[in-house]
C-alpha cells in the first residue's frame, strides 16, 4: 500500500466519514459496504500516483466520485436557484482553484509569479524577486523532483532557466565584461576591422582557464546549472579549452601582424 501524507489520511476519513452520515438514513445501504468499497476503489486509482500521495492528488480522484451527501435517494435535491448557479460556477471554481494551490500547483505557479514581477519591475525590485524565484525553484528541483510533472515542470523551469542562462553568461563572457569599461574600438588593418587582440587574449586564456576546471569537476557545472547541464561531459570542458587556445592563437596572429 502507498505511504499517505498525514493531511491526506485525515482528509479522507473525514469525507468517509461524511459518507457514512449521508447513507445512514436509507435502511437499504450498509454504510460499511459502501465506505469499504469506497476505500479500495480510492486505492486502486492511486495505485499510479506517486508517493506520498498527497491531499491534491486524493481530491481529484474524490472529486470523480461526486457529492456524497447526492447518494441517498432519501435526500431531497433542492430546486434550482440563483444561489445553486453561483455556487456551481463562482464558488466551487474558487474552490477547485485553492485546492490546486494547496496541492502540488501551489509553489509552480507561485515561482511563475515571482518571475513575472521580477521581470516587470525596477532592478532595485526585480532582482531580488528574481533571486529568490530561483532560489526557491531549485530548491523544488533538488529536493522535491517527483513533484515535477507535467506542465508544473516548465512553470518551475522558467526562473531556473533565467538564472542558469545569467550565470553561465557571467561566466564565460567575464573578460567582455571587463574590456567594456576600456573600449577603444575595433582596428583597421589592410581595410579590414581586426578586433583588439588585448580582448582575444584574455578570452582566451579565461575560457581555457574555465575549461580546465570544467572537465576536471563536471558534476559541480551540472550541480550548478541543474537540470540543464545535466548532459555535462569532460569533453565539453575541453573544447571550450581548444577554443580557448584559437583566441590566443589568433591574438598572437594579429599582434605579429
Known sequence: ??????????????????????????????????????????????SAVPEPVTVGALDRVLDSLGNPSQWSDTMKVPAASNADWFKRHVTDVVTEWQKALAGEWGMPVLLAVLTLLAMTTSRWIGAPLLLLAYFMARSHVVYAPHALTGRRTWLVYMPLAIGAGLLAGMVLAFPFILWVGTFR????????????????????????????????????????????????????????MLLGAAFLITATVILIS
Open 185 to 240: 574600438g575595433p582596428r583597421i588593418y589592410r581595410g579590414y576591422l581586426v578586433p583588439q587582440y588585448e580582448l582575444l587574449w584574455a578570452a582566451g586564456a579565461w575560457w581555457m582557464i574555465v575549461g580546465v576546471l570544467t572537465s576536471r569537476e563536471p558534476k559541480r557545472v551540472q550541480a550548478a546549472l541543474r537540470p540543464f547541464a545535466d548532459g555535462f561531459e569532460p569533453a565539453h570542458g575541453r573544447f571550450l
Open 1 to 46: 500500500m502507498k505511504n499517505w501524507t498525514p493531511d491526506a489520511s485525515d482528509h479522507f476519513e473525514s469525507w468517509l466519514g461524511r459518507v457514512r452520515r449521508s447513507v445512514a438514513g436509507d435502511p437499504a445501504i450498509n454504510p460499511d459496504d459502501v465506505t469499504q468499497d469506497l476505500r479500495a476503489h480510492v486505492h486502486a486509482e492511486l
